[in-house]
T-cell receptor, first 113, second 115 residues
Framework: KAGVTQTPRYLIKTRGQQVTLSCSPISGHRSVSWYQQTPGQGLQFLFEYFSETQRNKGNFPGRFSGRQFSNSRSEMNVSTLELGDSALYLC????????????FGPGTRLTVL | AQSVTQLGSHVSVSEGALVLLRCNYSSSVPPYLFWYVQYPNQGLQLLLKYTTGATLVKGINGFEAEFKKSETSFHLTKPSAHMSDAAEYFCAVSVPPGGSYIPTFGRGTSLIVHP
């Protein structure tokens, strides 16, 4: 099976712009989670989508949003970018009944100038 | 709510020496526990996991961890470090309430391996 893919891998934006990141989960996985990773805060959970519905949400401002499509692919959007949004954004997919092990993609490195 | 504490943001060992990365957790119910590894410019890869059953868990690349409920610990060990083990290691805890599974991660421990 192909792993989790994320595009783009690297992105440079300026303050005030918006950005959309994409994640394709492992085939058959219906849950997609997004995390923000920074040196100062570590790994922080953004949100999780399952069957096109947001099932869990972390403690991030409304500028961070996401969605999931019928094929389980997910996008996250950050509007009005701030310097502090510079981070590695990781996507993880999981599936099946019962225990849900998460499989991570390589991440998108976002730099806000 | 659950939490994870990883003792030591950096651990330095010599090649061939024992690797010990410490993880303590807090959870009001029996947890699921995980160790992930992250190499530079890559995502996280699962090393091993504990859900139920045997408390000594073996993972990939020669790593193992032991769940000690009385100590609320899940330390990661490897008998002999290799240069390729240099990476960031994350401990995570999850308490899945009926199917939804959102792990809480520790801050990470950077393993440095000296030749």
């Amino acid at each position: 099976k192909a792993g989790v893919t994320q595009t783009p891998r690297y992105l440079i934006k300026t303050r005030g712009q918006q950005v959309t990141l994409s994640c394709s989960p492992i085939s058959g996985h219906r849950s997609v989670s997004w995390y923000q990773q920074t040196p100062g805060q570590g790994l922080q959970f953004l949100f999780e989508y399952f069957s096109e519905t947001q099932r869990n949400k972390g403690n991030f401002p409304g500028r961070f949003s996401g969605r999931q499509f019928s094929n389980s692919r997910s996008e996250m959007n950050v509007s009005t970018l701030e310097l502090g949004d510079s981070a590695l954004y990781l996507c993880a997919s999981s599936g099946g009944q019962g225990f849900h092990e998460q499989f991570f993609g390589p991440g998108t490195r976002l730099t806000v100038l | 709510a659950q939490s994870v504490t990883q003792l030591g943001s950096h651990v330095s060992v010599s090649e061939g020496a024992l690797v010990l990365l410490r993880c303590n957790y807090s959870s009001s119910v029996p947890p699921y526990l995980f160790w992930y590894v992250q190499y530079p410019n890559q995502g996280l890869q699962l090393l091993l996991k504990y859900t139920t059953g045997a408390t000594l868990v073996k993972g990939i690349n020669g790593f193992e961890a032991e769940f000690k409920k009385s100590e609320t610990s899940f330390h990661l060990t490897k008998p002999s470090a290799h240069m390729s083990d240099a990476a960031e290691y994350f401990c995570a805890v999850s308490v899945p309430p009926g199917g939804s599974y959102i792990p809480t991660f520790g801050r990470g421990t950077s393993l440095i391996v000296h030749p």
